[in-house]
């Protein structure tokens, strides 16, 4: 799992119009309900399809999630599908990354044909940085442009976090946050450490989710073609990092001639420098000749 545990309240939160608490949807939308978690590492993205799933089938407190994985269950008389994913580091370097990008995209085979809902995870243990959304945005963007108008952003909030302010205080004070939360239309939940006593976490959760599906008409983001774009990003990638390797290897070959020719002028002006040695030191034998012959005349 991501976190450490927190079992859920959940506030209804946002003032998106697309999203009112108990809009009528219709049968076929809420009969089966496929959902993806997302979220940096240590988000509480097992807890959060712990709490929908009404049982731990995630990894435990303190276990990091290293492959996407699938779970079922019947919530509130119908089958809700849920996939939990990797989390990426803020500041993630390229290798591993990659590896999370794989996943989540892996995720989304997961729950064929394709999920009604992408349930974006973010921790207000500490400030949001923009570090920190432009990780979040880069990751949503590997499911498409489509995937803004089916992603819910589901903050969890440890303890009194809050103590002095509300969500919608905390999110309005904060850019980055705000920025996110526009991204989604507006959608946003709270999950807390400390529930409500008559407060059904779940059922608020997936009426959100229920209204937003119903906004989209029942429409999911197609599995395959989140694949075939990914693997057209991916070969994309993978040309870009060609390229740029054939440039680097280019500008290190133009180094090294570079060097060869400054070593080769180096050499030839040493040996320039020899034979002008040699040519002073020849004239210079002959220049003693002649006087030792002309001495050796006149003794004569």
Not at 99 to 128: K, M
Request: aromatic letters at 4%; proline letters at 3%.
């Amino acid at each position: 799992m991501d976190s450490e545990e927190v079992m859920v309240e959940m506030e209804e939160t946002g003032k998106s119009s697309d999203s009112q608490p108990g809009q009528a949807v219709p049968l076929s939308v809420v009969s089966g309900l496929r959902i993806i978690l997302i979220g940096e590492r240590e988000a509480g993205k097992s807890a959060v399809g712990n709490a929908i799933l009404g049982r731990g089938v995630f990894d435990a407190v303190g276990v990091r999630t290293r492959e996407a994985v699938k779970r079922q269950g019947e919530v509130a008389e119908r089958q809700v599908t849920v996939v939990d994913t990797p989390g990426w580091e803020w500041f993630p370097s390229r290798g591993s990354s990659l590896g999370v990008r794989r996943e989540i995209v892996r995720g989304v085979s997961l729950c064929q044909p394709g999920p009604h809902a992408v349930l974006l995870v973010v921790p207000l243990s500490f400030s949001f940085t923009r570090r920190e959304r432009q990780a979040a945005e880069e990751h949503v963007d590997l499911l498409g442009e489509r995937a803004w108008g089916h992603t819910t952003v589901l903050f969890t909030v440890k303890g009194g976090r809050l103590k002095d302010a509300t969500l919608e205080e905390e999110v309005e004070e904060s850019e980055e946050l705000q920025g996110l939360v526009e991204r989604c239309g507006g959608r946003y939940h709270a999950l807390y450490g400390r529930p409500r006593k008559g407060h059904d976490a779940v059922a608020e959760l997936l009426e959100k989710l229920d209204n937003m599906v119903a906004k989209n008409r029942g429409e999911f983001l197609s599995s395959e073609e989140v694949l075939e774009e990914a693997r057209e990003k991916e070969e994309e990638e993978e040309r870009r990092q060609q390229e740029e390797d054939r440039e680097r290897e280019e500008d290190l070959r133009r180094v090294k001639e570079a060097l060869r020719e400054l070593e080769m002028e180096e050499e030839t002006e040493e040996v320039q420098g020899e034979g002008e040695e040699a040519t002073e030191e020849s004239t210079r034998q002959q220049r003693g000749r002649r006087r030792y012959t002309d001495e050796k005349s006149d003794s004569e």
